[in-house]
């Protein structure tokens, strides 16, 4: 198994749902940086939008950490995160569930009315008809 990372950063109001910008085969899919509705649903779009492919899944979590650090700064309403689970917390569920073959999300609203979705995808992947998009086995 590998891992495969994506990320979006953008505008809020971008990520609509049930758009189908966000539906595998619908219209504008390949083309939009906006997170699919379902997780899995990123390895449909083309390579191009992959951040980052590793084998280790503690090297996709270190990706992700990565990221919080980056955008930590920018999550909207810092207070209601007081109760939250810490970016170790965080990581340490996250090398569990991918270990265990399972997809991770994080996403969180910005300042300005942006917003950020992380993703680490398991490749293969449980989904019917997921595939590779750098064609590995």
């Not at 919080?68 to 810490?86: D, F, G, K, N, Q």
């Not at 449980?126 to 998009?133: K, L, Q, S, V």
Request: net charge neutral.
């Amino acid at each position: 198994m590998h891992f495969h990372a994506y990320g979006y950063r953008g505008p809020g109001e971008a990520v609509r749902p049930y758009d189908a910008v966000r539906s595998p085969g619908g219209a504008g899919f390949d083309s939009s940086p906006v997170p699919p509705e379902r997780t899995a649903a990123w390895l449909a779009k083309p390579a191009r939008f992959i951040k980052g492919t590793w084998d280790a899944p503690a090297d996709a979590v270190a990706w992700l950490e990565r990221q919080y650090v980056e955008i930590e700064s920018s999550i909207a309403h810092p207070e209601l995160r007081r109760h939250a689970p810490t970016v170790r917390t965080m990581a340490a569920t996250a090398l569990d569930t991918l270990r265990r073959g399972n997809d991770v999300a994080w996403a969180w609203w910005l300042t300005g009315e942006n917003y950020v979705d992380l993703a680490v995808v398991c490749c293969p992947n449980r989904e019917p008809g997921a595939r590779c998009p750098l064609g590995r086995h």
